[in-house]
């Protein structure tokens, strides 16, 4: 069997801290991926 990488817990906070950084100001779209692609696609 396989498995993920552990959770270390006393990174956690940073490592969500890190996430949010990188996430901050992106949009999240659910669109078809077409509709999407000719919405954004320049």
Do not use: F, M
């Amino acid at each position: 069997a396989t498995t993920g990488p552990a959770i270390n817990l006393l990174r956690i906070e940073e490592n969500l801290s890190a996430a949010w950084q990188r996430l901050s100001g992106t949009y999240v779209e659910n669109l078809p991926w077409l509709e999407c692609a000719e919405r954004y696609d320049r």
